[in-house]
C-alpha cells in the first residue's frame, strides 16, 4: 500500500522526534560519569566526522559563502553553542519528560519573537494561543517552589537560543546547503568542548559510555536529516504537529531508562503548551488556505 505525502511526512517526523529523544536519553546516561564539556566534545567529534562524510557524498558543502550568510552563520553557531550548554547542563539535573515539556513552547516562542524583531504581525488569536502557553510552562516550572531551580531556568535559557537560532536562520540564502549549516554548528560544538575538556582535564572513559555517546551523535544526525526530509514532502501545517510526539518519546523514555515519570502539574502544563502549540499551527494553516486577505484583514502576516 502505497502511502500519502502526507502520511510519510508524519512517519518521517516521528522518527525524527524520536531520533532527538534517543540522543538526549543517550547523552544523559553517559554524563552520569562523563564531564559535560568532554561529553560535548566526543559527541561533536563524531557528528562532525559523519556530517563530513555525508556532505562530501552528497556534494552539499560549500565553503565559499557570502560576507551576509558568513555572519548570520556565526551568530547562529554561537547560539547553538549555548543552547547546547545550557539544554545538556539542564539535562544532567532534570527528568527528560520535564525538559521536554518545557521545550515544547518552542514554536510559540518563535512566533512571538518574530512579531517582535522581524514586524511579523499576529492577531489576538494567536496572541493569546501564545500567553497561554507561557502559563502551561509556569505550570511546568512552578517558579517560588521547591520544584524550580537554576536547571529549569537553564532549560528556559536554551528555548531562547534555538529562538535565535531559528531567526537567523531565517535571514539566510536559500541557497545555502543545509549540511553546510549542520555542519559550522557541529564544529563549533565540537571546538567548544575541546576547549572546556582542556580546562576541566580528561578523565578516562567506559567503553559503554563511549558507545552512548557515539550513539547519541548519530541519532542527532539522524533526527536532522529526517527533519529536513519532513520539509520536502506533505503538507508543512499537517506535519508540523506531530513534532510533539517528543514529548511522549521523551517520558517513554524516561520511565524506561531512568524510572522518571511526570507529576500531574507537569502533565497538566505540558498539555495546555502543547494544545496551544497546535492550535497556533492550525491558525496558520488556515489563514493561508483562506489566502492573505482575510489574513491583512485580520491583522495578521502569513508565514
Known amino acids: 500500500m502505497q502511502l500519502s505525502d502526507n502520511v510519510r511526512g508524519a512517519v518521517l517526523m516521528n522518527v525524527a ?20 564539556f568532554q561529553a560535548i566534545g566526543i559527541r561533536g567529534l563524531v557528528a562532525t566526522l559523519a556530517l563530513t562524510v ?18 548570520f552563520l556565526a551568530m547562529r553557531s554561537g547560539a547553538e553553542v549555548l543552547g547546547t550548554i545550557l539544554f545538556l547542563a539542564a539535562l544532567m539535573h532534570m527528568p527528560i519528560a520535564n525538559l ?4 515544547q513552547v ?11 524583531f522581524l514586524r511579523e ?16 510552562v509556569m505550570i511546568i516550572i512552578r517558579p517560588g517552589t521547591h520544584g524550580f531551580d ?21 535571514r539566510m540564502s536559500a541557497s545555502l546547503p543545509s549540511v553546510t549549516v549542520a555542519l559550522s554548528a557541529a564544529v563549533t560544538v565540537l571546538v567548544l568542548g575541546l576547549a ?37 514532502v506533505g503538507e508543512i501545517s499537517f506535519i508540523a504537529p506531530f513534532r510533539y510526539m517528543a514529548l511522549l518519546w521523551a517520558i517513554v523514555l524516561g520511565w524506561l531508562a531512568f524510572g522518571e515519570l511526570p507529576d500531574a502539574l507537569t502533565l497538566i502544563g505540558a498539555a495546555i503548551v502543547v494544545l496551544t502549540g497546535v ?10 488556505l483562506t489566502g492573505p486577505v482575510l489574513a491583512q484583514a485580520e491583522g495578521e502576516t502569513v508565514h
Open 279 to 288: 492550535y497556533t499551527l492550525m491558525r496558520e494553516r488556515k489563514l493561508r
Open 106 to 116: 518552542l514554536p510559540l516562542a518563535v512566533t512571538l519573537a518574530a512579531a517582535l
Open 196 to 232: 572546556g575538556t582542556a580546562a576541566q582535564g580528561w578523565q578516562p572513559v567506559a567503553q559503554t559510555d563511549l558507545l552512548l555517546i557515539a550513539g547519541a551523535a548519530l541519532a542527532l544526525i539522524v533526527g536532522y536529516l529526517t527533519v529536513v526530509m519532513t520539509m520536502r
Open 17 to 36: 522526534m524520536a531520533a532527538f529523544t534517543i540522543n538526549d536519553t543517550a547523552m544523559k546516561a553517559a554524563m552520569q560519569a562523563v564531564p559535560l
Open 100 to 103: 521536554s515539556a518545557i521545550m
Open 121 to 136: 504581525r499576529i492577531g489576538w488569536r494567536r496572541m493569546t494561543a501564545i500567553v497561554i502557553g507561557f502559563a502551561g
Open 54 to 71: 555525508i556532505g562530501y557524498r552528497l556534494g552539499g558543502l560549500s565553503l565559499n559563502l557570502p560576507r551576509r550568510d558568513l555572519g
Open 150 to 170: 537554576i536547571w529549569s531556568v537553564m532549560g528556559l535559557g536554551s528555548v531562547i537560543c534555538v529562538v535565535v537560532r531559528d531567526l537567523v536562520t531565517r
